[in-house]
């Protein structure tokens, strides 16, 4: 998904400021999201993040500062505005006693769909989240993964030209995250623009052209996934020696390059190419049998916690994710 | 399936339609039967309340109040009237705050959907609950003994002012419902507002033998009002001047506190 740099912006945030009491939720915040593109908002516990989805969503005013979304001002124009939005908030915004069907029916009709289009579209997105087989019980049965499928399914029922989800698959399993990751990618393919908070790196990865990192409501970098895992620093080499035993030589041989040892693996830093090539001749030289070699980009995880510097402690340690991220890393090495 | 983005007609200004803005209130309050449907025990305050209340104050107090029960129907069930739309008005703001607890608000207040049509609608069902509570009432109380003195069209009437001084007291309800922080709060405040209205009043007994003080109370107090109104219509009596100060009352609660309402459910956090 490659966007030219020139396609106009769908959300223009200047000098963005809610102020509660002594907090400062957003202290100042510029962002630009160009049309068609997914845009992640990083961020621990506290950052601002919903702060800033409520108020480009009209829920919230801003103490200081100005935005558009779609080209309507979030001050001026909520109400067209509103029409060109769809919102899945954090926390679920369905009704519990009505059924998964009729809340998006009543989206639809919210949204001025005839009586016959909203059924239509209802039915359609319910099928799309796997919850057709649940569609007339009331959403007070459904799991919270079930729950969350009917809001992001309710936030895409007009066709929002700009999405807004706020941690979207945060409780998920697997499974459903990936469902939920591809009817993202769905709505972008289909025009939208998609503006995304987490504390995931591997879905903002995933998902995300751009990345805005913001800790206590201030942006404190932003740029494309690459370019950020640029920023802090080159690839890690990964090399699997062909008999175990020979790799504590290994690492002594290369000690002066930084190699450590790491879960039987040989792990070191490579600055370029050359350097990478030099490594792996001299591996040769002196006989090691190699099994296997990798090189990855430090992950966003690594960026965030760079980036974070010394607030990185205060960030959310994400339990579970943190051991499933590594995995993740590990599956997307490329191979050389 | 279509792939375009944007079906709907984008909007050029701030204003919808007269027709949309109905069929957003339909659609609303259609969703607020549906929930009680989904969850009948909602329906049991407005169905046991004037049972229970006619059952208890007919029997507990009748004797003592009007020397017998039969005068005592006569005399009060008419002012339930107004003690139960009130009762039930006010109960509108704790659900109001419950439903926002849920973050469902927040999903319409993202719609580009006319600033009053939520409240509007909630304002539709509870009338048709108050609607249902009064006919209870008057039909329990005629089992009891309740004789209509006047006609079938002054009995409709009296249920009209009753809902009429609800609805704007619906519109306080719904005020509070907004501006407090927690259901328990609305109910306790809804209680403190009521509970005087209901008693210093000409609801449950004649006004004379009260202090100087109360008995100015009950004069301004519309409770009174609405109690009179509607014992003239079911009684007969002078009816006129009681029922244009309900009147009042009920066109004066919507016309300050419907806008604040709305302009709250707009602002809210
Ligand atoms: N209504 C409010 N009243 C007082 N403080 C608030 C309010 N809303 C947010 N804050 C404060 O503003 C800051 C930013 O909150 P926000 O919810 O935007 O963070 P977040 O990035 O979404 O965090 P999380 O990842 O936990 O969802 C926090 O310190 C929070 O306590
Ligand atoms: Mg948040």
Known sequence: ?336 | MSAAVLPLPPLDDQRISPRAYLAHIGALTRRNLMRIKADPESMFDAILMPIIFTVLFVYVFGGAVAGSQGHYIQYMVPGMLGQIGISLAMAVGTGLNSDFQTGVMDRFRTLPIGRASVLISKLISESCRSLLSLVILISFAMLLGLRIHTGPLQLLLALALAMAFGAGMVWVSMLLGMALKSPQAVQGIGFLIIMPLQFGSSTFAPTSTMPGWLQAFTKVNPLSALADSSRALINGGPVLHPALQVLAWSVGLTAVFAPLAVMKFKKRT
């Open chain 1, 1 to 336: 998904m490659t966007k030219s740099a020139g396609s106009p912006s769908a959300v223009t945030v200047r000098g963005m400021a809610k102020y509660y009491g002594e907090t400062r939720a957003l202290d100042g915040v510029d962002l630009e999201v160009r049309e068609g593109t997914v845009r992640g908002v990083l961020g621990p516990n506290g950052a601002g993040k919903t702060t800033l989805v409520r108020i480009l969503s009209t829920l919230i005013r801003p103490d200081a500062g100005s935005a558009t979304v779609a080209g309507w001002d979030v001050l001026q124009q909520p109400r067209q505005l509103r029409r060109a939005i769809g919102l899945t908030g954090q926390y679920a915004s369905v009704d519990e006693l009505l059924s998964g069907y009729e809340n998006l029916y009543l989206i639809g009709r919210l949204l001025d769909l005839s009586a016959k289009g909203a059924k239509a579209r209802a039915l359609e997105l319910l099928e799309r989240f796997s919850l057709t087989e649940a569609a007339r019980r009331p959403v007070k049965t459904y799991s919270g993964g079930m729950r969350r499928r009917l809001d992001l399914a309710a936030s895409m029922i007009g066709q929002p030209r700009v999405l807004f989800l706020d941690e979207p698959t945060t409780g998920l399993d697997p499974r459903t995250r990936n469902e939920v990751w591809q009817e993202v990618q769905r709505m972008v393919s289909e025009g939208s623009t998609v503006l995304l908070t987490t504390q995931y790196m591997d879905e903002a990865e995933q998902l995300a052209d751009d990345v805005t990192v913001v800790d206590r409501g201030r942006v404190i970098a932003e740029g494309s996934v690459e370019a950020l895992k640029r920023q802090v620093g080159g690839q890690t080499l990964t090399v699997r020696p062909a008999r175990p035993e020979q790799l504590d030589e290994m690492v002594r041989c290369l000690a002066g390059h930084g190699a450590v040892a790491a879960r039987g693996e040989l792990v070191l830093p490579v600055g370029d190419e050359e350097q990478l090539t030099a490594l792996i001749g001299e591996l040769g030289r002196r006989g090691f049998g190699v099994a296997g070699i990798e090189t990855r980009l430090p992950s966003l995880e690594d960026v965030f916690l760079a980036v974070t510097g010394a607030t990185a402690k205060d960030a959310p340690a994400q339990p579970a994710e943190r051991n499933q991220q590594a995995e993740q890393d590990q599956s997307r090495m490329e191979r050389v």
